[in-house]
DNA sequence: CGAGATGCGTGCCTCATGCACGCTTCTGGA
DNA sequence: TCCAGAAGCGTGCATGAGGCACGCATCTCG
């Protein structure tokens, strides 16, 4: 027992530990800041996760995105007016509710989107060239794991 | 070159679109929310930046903690200001540099970080109990390394 | 058909943040 | 030795994001 649940603990520690320096040098907002650099005024920390939940969802009401983006319905209201401004999403009524608005993403939307998430992967793995493939693979296998089934799984 | 270049191309995406899921759910404010709960009025998602950076650094003078935490001084005085009046930290004169004041955790403090770090630990290790031990110390390895030669590295 | 629920946008208040200032102390060159 | 510039600290101030509640329109269900 004693071998098991210290190298356990361990583990859990370690994990811990780079998960809190994972975080702490990785903020959200100084992420988003970097990705949407140069994209234009209405694109920034602010925005990118309206645009982004977007990209993920396909079209949705702002009550609904504001759920699954953690936000609030005023904020997503405020920051959907910047970028249906920059013409990065339009507001459709929505046939099926007539009191619902849906946020569509334009094709410029979608462009900016898929260029943050190329930013991203090209960052990621210009610094997974010096790691042999086969742990590369591996890590991508247990972080999605970890992500799905780990500690903050919904 | 097809394959290898496709695939890590597929694992870089794979690993871009899992630590954006995390970052997502994960926000390091909602994160030290919930383990500084319950610990009091002055211990919150603000103020454990500042308490846990200085377990990690030892005393240190508000300037380098700053640096060190990526706030404003500013934000550090105040924040220290509340973590002082609740016997978390105390001031020291700095015996080196007359103008510097050191920022020193009390041992109230200390027990305070390591009831965060425990919780941490724990909830991670609970998630970890469905993996095969192997499994569980490969990831912290992969993920630690990660970390620190990531492209989140300094 | 009517009462409650839901959606949207907006105004308002609160609070964290960053900047700049005044003051003290240190440092390095004249 | 001394003085000008740098660096430390704390505070006041302006800005801006966030949350809450309201008014209005529409849906839903009894």
Redesign the pocket.
Known sequence: MATNDAGLNDTGHEIADALGLLLRRTTRARLYHQLTEGLGEAVDE?TYPVLSGLARTGPI????LAREAG?????V??R??RLEQAGLLR?EPDPA?????LLVLTEQGHRIVRTTRQRLATRIEASLDAWPAEEARTFARLLQRFVEEGPFAP
């Open positions: 602010l009401s702002a009550a609904d936000l609030d319905r005023s904020n209201t405020r959907a007016d507001r509710d007539r009191r619902a608005t």
